[in-house]
């Protein structure tokens, strides 16, 4: 097959395509990535070794829960867990690679997920096969959040898609395929019809809400058709963090999570009461971490996206150098080494909150 | 004077320049105006009879008191109380019309400003001048602020600028001649030194905001360099109001005033308790109003900037066909006459949240 049928465009547009490429190196190999959301093509999309690795797709979303039910399924649907970490996609190419939402292979998750997952017979009997899953645990480059009992990292399975494709095997075949070779998969929540579901699944909502967990992603069984809906907690975990760095988060992102919060209210018939104490975490989510920011920039700091990391020390360094590769400015705040591993605290320091804050802090007039 | 010297740009930019300008008819007279902010020509200028009238400056705001202040100012520098009302500039050409802020001529301010004012004897005298100030009170069809007292519209200077080209008469001669011609001051709080002023003019803000007042605007004795500060209450009261309509409000306009809070609680060295008082007003003022927009729309209703105009017959249907012209959607809600005069309610119905919300209420799924 050529380029352009393995991409899902015609020959004549593949110039034009290649252009939204960017170029990387891994280890020497060379490889293309689709870093954002473009037309004809799915972001994250990476050509490499003149093989395809389909992107992951955005998963629509719900602001009504009662309502997006019953109007995007006309069948039984599949409810599962949505968790909190980062998209990835394992894939065999000469070797076994793990690329980020956005096509970069990542060292550090390219060598955790080999060791979570241990894919080599998968790969060996479906090579046209990728694992698409999450990595969560609060120990990653990425993401903080943290689950109970997760140490590290670890890595669930969403979906098992046909690499260049993107076309899921399905959730019998993925369930299959999980069990017969050891890959563990997110929770389900069991299959539920589109017209009795939401009182059940609203249960689910709530449960997840109070134990601070994301949310469920719904799913048709031949996984074609998925719909999210996430938890107020995730909104307001999102934005205290989105706030901490107000001038580096989009101001799309924060009003997107604030609206969130209506709709839910709305839907949930909540009372008063509960308008008000939603109101109140709402309003201490966005003003309490921005207070903290303004203090440490004022005290003299320099703020940022904290992470910690911790494996071998290899994997460590080759996971500091690659995202300093990617342009990060890093600071490591942190280092100790035990039984082998090193674990290393770092901050991504991100210049518009750092910069714009001091600015203001010293009475720098704003023109808006 | 040719006109690419009373817009202050060389004669070659004229062309260019006059593209900028939208073209409009009051009462049959063809003029042009600057809607929006440009590069070189102030937003707001209008071009009338081969006459130009200067747009009102965007004035700075400072984000911490203190600091701006000192860095700002050089000098003494008068403190005046920034109202919350629609800025109007008054300028007699072949006769006397009043400019929004976007340099339209509006009937009903200029109907009301030349009641208010009574300015004919001024501008026999001062035909080159024009008065620029702030329309305040709850009755007119652009802002719904509340001041204790005004039953309907009141004028206040600001400031008496040259016509043509915007430069100020300066505060000495604006208050003689706002004197002279008993036109209606803006309340001014003295005259400051820049070193020594920070917690008396915090202590004004600090009453301005007790009372729901909008803020200060610092000036120079020239009043050539201007700097403004505004209240907590002014924020918290804009946020409710963005946020009852917010598809239809900037993400910008919100952020800024959510950010000015954070800027504030640090400044004003809030205790925690403080802190999150203020982050329960701020989250109840993004989210109740909100919640009540999305219920109106769930119950067939319709939501929009809601106004009330009271007057002369002739004036107040005039202002509604004049708005209807600039294309807004206008449901009448109310109408009373007394005593010869008309009252009408009115709603400036909004697309984008009547639009959005439905749609998401529905169900429809959100692709972000």
Chains 1, 2 share one sequence.
Request: aromatic share 8%; glycine share 6%.
């Amino acid at each position: 097959m050529e380029l352009h049928e393995k991409l899902d465009i015609p020959r004549e547009k593949l110039d034009d395509a290649l252009e939204k490429f960017n170029t990387r190196t891994y280890r020497d190999k060379e490889y293309r990535h689709i870093p954002d959301y473009r037309k004809n093509i799915e972001k994250g999309t990476v050509i490499i070794d003149e093989e395809v690795v389909r992107g992951w797709p955005k998963i629509p979303r719900t602001l009504n829960l009662e309502n997006g039910i019953q109007n995007f399924f006309d069948q039984e649907f599949l409810v599962e867990e949505k968790l909190d970490g980062y998209n990835a996609r394992i894939a065999y190419i000469d070797e076994i690679y793990a690329f980020s939402r956005s096509g970069i292979i990542c060292p550090f998750t390219t060598k955790k997920s080999i060791e979570e997952l241990n894919p080599r017979d998968f790969f060996e009997e479906h090579p046209d096969l990728m694992i698409c899953g999450e990595m969560i645990g609060d120990k990653n480059p990425y993401t903080r959040h943290q689950y109970p009992d997760i140490n590290g990292v670890e890595f669930r399975v969403f979906d098992i898609q046909h690499q260049e494709k993107g076309n899921s095997v399905g959730i019998e075949k993925r369930n299959e395929l999980c069990s017969e070779y050891n890959l563990p998969l997110v929770s389900s929540y069991g299959i539920y019809q589109p017209n009795d579901s939401v009182n059940k699944i609203r249960e689910i909502i709530d449960e997840l809400n109070t134990h601070n967990r994301e949310g469920i992603v719904m799913k048709t069984l031949d996984s074609e058709n998925q719909l999210k809906y996430t938890t107020s907690s995730t909104n307001i975990s999102d934005l205290e963090y989105a706030f901490s760095l107000p001038f580096d988060y989009g101001r799309d992102f924060m009003f997107r999570r604030i609206i969130r919060e209506g709709f839910q209210s709305v839907e949930w018939r909540e009372t008063r009461g509960e308008r008000k104490e939603r109101a109140r975490q709402l309003g201490e989510a966005i003003l309490l971490p921005m207070i903290e920011t303004i203090q440490e920039i004022q005290n003299g700091g320099k703020v940022g996206e904290e992470h910690t990391v911790k494996g071998e020390k290899e994997t460590v360094e080759e996971l500091i150098s690659h995202l300093k590769d990617m342009g990060l400015n890093l600071r490591i705040d942190n280092r100790k080494e035990k039984n082998g591993e090193i674990e290393i605290d770092f901050t991504k320091i991100t210049n518009s909150t750092n910069d714009k804050t001091d600015l203001y802090l010293d009475g720098h007039p704003v023109r808006e």
